[in-house]
């Protein structure tokens, strides 16, 4: 799912998208200059690695994500205590957010039910 940049105003703009057992639902909105916001919600399940055994399982996943997009460069003033993500041809692909928020996840120290420590 692509979305024009340009096209985001002050209204938020919803967006939903489901990847196997994940769902990341939230919303665009303007927020000033070239920075849109992006607020959404990511749950559901995903299949990683136990960082102790090596054994895949189901992680449970329930994370607010909040960061800005950039319409271009973004030169940082210090005023912004966000993440911000650039995009460099006026477009954000929500599906490729989403695969990498995924994979920030899944290279997190996660253990497996047998694995984790009373």
């Known amino acids: ?19 196997n057992e994940i769902t990341f639902k939230g919303y665009l909105e303007y927020h000033f200059g070239k920075l849109i916001l992006l607020k959404a919600k990511l749950s559901g399940f995903v299949v990683t690695e136990c960082s102790r055994c090596g054994e895949e399982f189901r992680l449970a996943v329930d994370e607010e994500i909040e ?6 460069l973004y030169e940082d003033d210090g005023s912004i205590e966000l993440d911000v ?8 692909d929500i599906e490729e957010l989403l695969n990498s928020e995924i994979e920030l996840i ?3 120290y996660n253990s497996c039910e047998n694995c984790k420590i009373v």
Do not use: A, N, Q, Y
Not at 1 to 19: A, N, Q, Y
Not at 67 to 72: A, C, K, M, N, V
Not at 85 to 92: A, C, N, R
């Open 1 to 19: 799912m692509k979305i024009t940049l340009r096209k985001v105003g002050h209204t938020p703009l919803d967006f939903e998208l489901k990847s």
């Open 67 to 72: 960061f800005f997009i950039s319409d271009g």
């Open 85 to 92: 993500v650039e995009s460099f041809d006026g477009i954000v």
């Open 106 to 108: 899944k290279s997190d």
